[in-house]
Nanobody, 115 residues
Framework: QVQLVESGGGLVQPGGSLRLSCAAS????????MGWYRQAPGKQRELVAIITYGTSTNYADSVKGRFTVSRDNAKNTVDLQMNSLKPEDTAVYYCYLYLAGSTYWGQGTQVTVSS
């Protein structure tokens, strides 16, 4: 079983920055991808950013140029650097891991962008 633990969420003012981290533990193999989804009130969960075991990335159009996803394969972690945050970025952010045909989710961390 794979466990994902997020950290770094919180309250930030518009235009500010926040860095989310996710640590994976358990039966983890080399071939997997990790990333972040988010779910805002009244909306479905949506992709934010994904990174493969290598360095290939995929971002939602709404965050391109502002967010950067990275991973450390030795530590089994994935980070999301969020810059120029907007109120519409407010959501619960979920760490995501896809491994051997199975999907794993973290418990979620709240990000609130407000003045």
């Amino acid at each position: 079983q794979v466990q994902l633990v997020e950290s770094g969420g919180g309250l930030v003012q518009p235009g500010g920055s926040l860095r989310l981290s996710c640590a994976a533990s358990g039966s983890i193999f080399r071939f997997y991808r990790m990333g972040w989804y988010r779910q805002a009130p009244g909306k479905q969960r949506e992709l934010v950013a994904i990174i493969t075991y290598g360095t290939s990335t995929n971002y939602a159009d709404s965050v391109k140029g502002r967010f950067t996803v990275s991973r450390d394969n030795a530590k089994n972690t994935v980070d999301l650097q969020m810059n120029s945050l907007k109120p519409e970025d407010t959501a619960v952010y979920y760490c995501y891991l896809y491994l051997a045909g199975s999907t794993y989710w973290g418990q979620g961390t709240q990000v609130t962008v407000s003045s």
